[in-house]
């Protein structure tokens, strides 16, 4: 079973509307996660960390599901330049890396 | 904006010849490591280095492969033979880890690798 799992996608979504990613991690002990954003090339950039309560910054919302074991990431009012890829990453605490989902590619239509 | 930075950009490379890249990562950070991504694939974890010693690394980071922080500031992968499946953009990375929560990694922007 894979550590850290996504649709590939590609998601195309027209400009403005509201896009939901889902990822799923099998380590039950995994304790930070974190959604990543990569350009095309480029490297990974923090996007935002993800917690037991929930988050939001701005247009994005994150949330936790310990039970079922998923993360999610929500983009509200999607602008062309939030066409990238998705990357979901967790991190058990005493593991010193952390594991990356291979993305979920993500196409904003004008 | 503090930056974690890699030199040089790209590397071309024989096979069989050795290589080594360079990183600089945020000055207050302690925690250091290097990834890999194969074009098309995801980013694997090579490597971690805390306190001047490896704390962990994976089955990708065999005897070819070796990590130094020669001057406290720099970070260095080398890899001593290369192969033709080295080729990949390795990226750098560093971290604060505070109490009982991982704050997240800040990646340089890579060196595209090219062993021909």
């Known amino acids: 079973r894979k550590e850290v799992e996504q649709d590939p996608g590609p998601f195309n979504v027209p400009e403005g509307a509201t896009v939901a990613f889902n990822c799923t991690y099998s380590?039950?002990?995994?304790?930070?996660f974190f959604w990543y954003r990569q350009d095309c090339r480029k490297e990974p950039k923090l996007l935002m960390s993800?917690?037991?309560s929930g988050n939001e910054d701005g247009r994005f919302t994150a949330q936790l599901n310990r039970a079922s074991q998923y993360i999610s990431l929500l983009i509200r009012d999607s602008k062309l330049s939030d066409s990238a890829t998705y990357l979901c990453v967790v991190n058990e605490y005493r593991d010193d890396k952390i594991i990356f989902g291979k993305g979920t590619r993500l196409h904003i239509l004008p | 904006e503090p930056e974690v930075t890699q030199t040089p950009s790209h590397q071309v490379t024989q096979m069989g010849q050795e290589v080594i890249l360079r990183c600089v990562p945020i000055?207050?950070?302690?925690?250091f490591y290097w990834y890999r991504q194969i074009l098309g694939q995801k980013v694997e974890f090579l490597v971690s280095?805390?306190?001047?010693?490896?704390?962990?690394k994976s089955e990708i980071f065999d005897d070819q492969f070796s990590v130094e922080r020669p001057d406290g500031s720099n970070f260095t992968l080398k890899i001593r033979s290369t192969k033709l499946e080295d080729s990949a953009m390795y990226f750098c990375?560093?971290?604060?880890?505070?109490?009982?929560?991982?704050?997240?990694?800040?990646f340089g922007s890579g060196t595209r690798l090219t062993v021909v």
């Open positions: 993800v917690y037991s």
């Open positions: 990375a560093s971290s604060v880890r505070g109490q009982g929560r991982n704050y997240g990694y800040t």
């Open positions: 000055s207050n950070h302690l925690y």
């Open positions: 380590n039950s002990a995994s304790q930070s």
């Open positions: 280095f805390y306190n001047n010693e490896i704390s962990e």
